[in-house]
């Protein structure tokens, strides 16, 4: 679970914009950092089936966006996956 502190650390580094809330580089980095702790709690606790389910709709989510930002701007999907230090 994100504290607020960090939710917003996230925020500003990923922002696109001043008013930025909701874009796809946001929630895709807000979404790697859920995903990054449940994977943490799945080590732990194997057996925790519902954390199991939430981590595979998680991932599942965040693969439609960046499926989605890789055909709308292929540069800032290349630039996002670096930052983020996904797929490899």
Do not use: C, W
Not at 41 to 55: A, C, E, I, T, V
Not at 73 to 81: S, W
């Amino acid at each position: 679970m994100l504290t607020k502190e960090e939710k917003n650390k996230i925020i500003a580094e990923f922002k696109t914009s001043e008013n930025d809330k909701g874009s796809i580089e946001l929630q895709v980095a807000l979404l790697t950092n859920d995903i990054k702790n449940l994977t943490n709690h799945m080590n732990q606790f194997p057996k925790d089936f519902s954390s199991k389910r939430g981590l595979l709709k998680k991932v599942s989510q965040r693969r439609k966006f960046l499926r989605y930002l890789e055909d709308k701007n292929f540069n800032a999907y290349k630039d996002l996956i670096n930052r983020l230090d996904i797929r490899g």
